[in-house]
C-alpha cells in the first residue's frame, strides 16, 4: 500500500469522525482507513501529494462508528482478529487499560489487527489468556495428572 501511494495512487474510502472528545487540536480522528491514511503520510513525506477520498461524519454514537468502521473495511478482506478488536472498542478501554496494566500490551498501544508472531496480542489471545487462567486455579496442584 505504500510502495502504492508513492507512485501517485489515490485512496478512497478514508472515513473520519469530527470530534473534540479525543484530541482537541486535532479534531478528525480517522476511524476507518488508518492504514491508507499511513502510506498517504509516507508518500508526502516523498513528495507526493495527491487528492484521497474522504468521508467526515458528525456526533456519531458507539453503535454507529462500529457499522461505519465495518462498512469502511468491506471492501478490503478484514481478519477476525481487526473485527474483535473493533467490537472490544465498543464494549469499553478495560481489557485494553488491563493488559497495558499488566505488561500485555505496551502502554498507549492497542490490540493487534491480525496475528503476528512476535508481534501484539490480540483480543482472542487475551481472553484465552484469562479464561485459561481461571480454569487452571481450579486444577488441584497435589492431584496427579496421569
Not at 12 to 30: G, M, Q, R
Not at 46 to 70: A, P, S, T
Request: aromatic fraction near 8%; glycine fraction near 6%; hydrophobic fraction near 40%.
Amino acid at each position: 500500500m505504500i510502495a502504492d501511494a508513492k507512485l501517485r495512487r489515490t485512496f478512497s474510502n478514508i472515513v473520519a469522525e469530527y470530534t473534540t472528545e479525543f484530541d482537541k487540536d486535532h479534531p478528525l480522528k480517522i476511524i476507518g482507513g488508518q492504514h491508507r491514511c499511513e502510506a498517504i503520510k509516507r508518500a508526502l513525506e516523498n513528495g507526493v501529494d495527491e487528492y484521497h477520498g474522504v468521508k467526515v461524519y458528525f456526533d456519531l454514537n458507539m453503535d454507529q462508528r462500529l457499522d461505519v468502521q465495518l462498512i469502511s473495511n468491506t471492501n478490503i478482506p478484514i481478519s477476525g482478529d481487526l473485527f474483535d478488536r473493533m467490537h472490544e472498542t465498543v464494549m469499553g478501554p478495560e481489557l485494553r487499560q488491563w493488559c497495558q496494566d499488566v505488561s500485555l500490551l505496551p502502554e498507549g498501544d492497542d490490540f493487534a489487527d491480525r496475528r503476528l508472531r512476535g508481534g501484539r496480542i490480540s483480543v482472542q489471545l487475551a481472553r484465552t489468556f484469562i479464561l485459561n487462567y481461571f480454569a487452571g486455579m481450579t486444577v488441584d496442584p497435589k492431584k496427579k495428572l496421569i
